[in-house]
């Protein structure tokens, strides 16, 4: 059994679920991708390979999945959904662009240690966090004119 699902089942078990088929299914293709992607794209996916899993059951497995720390949803601006999977990956944060929809990935030293001092400065202990700006990337500014 690989890492992953080492910890989904596990994290299922504590909370009094179980790790049927159509959830493993759902894991692997999710982890078979090696960029963002949306609910449909897992939906068309799996069906190309004879997997009858209803949009339902996979909303409902990407949850756990969050829940369980090894995928990470990001939302654009239209608060659409994209997920990501997580496990062995190192922590970045995200650019979103509102008109051709681009995702740019960054990681930023000064960004982390200045939220860190935050939660420090307030007593406050973080758990996890997620940045995404959100605005116009290079293109879609050229294209809108935006200077």
Known sequence: MRAEEKKFEKYLRLCGLRFTPERRLIL???????????????????????????????YRTLDLLVKSGLLREVISGERHSHYEHILGHRHHDHLLCLKCGKVIEFSNNRIEELQKRVCEDYGFKPENHRLQIIGYCNRCQLDQGFT
């Open 28 to 58: 692997r293709e999710a982890f078979s991708i090696h960029d963002h992607f949306e609910v449909d794209d897992l939906f068309v996916r799996l069906h190309q390979k004879d997997c009858r899993i209803s949009r339902a059951t996979i």
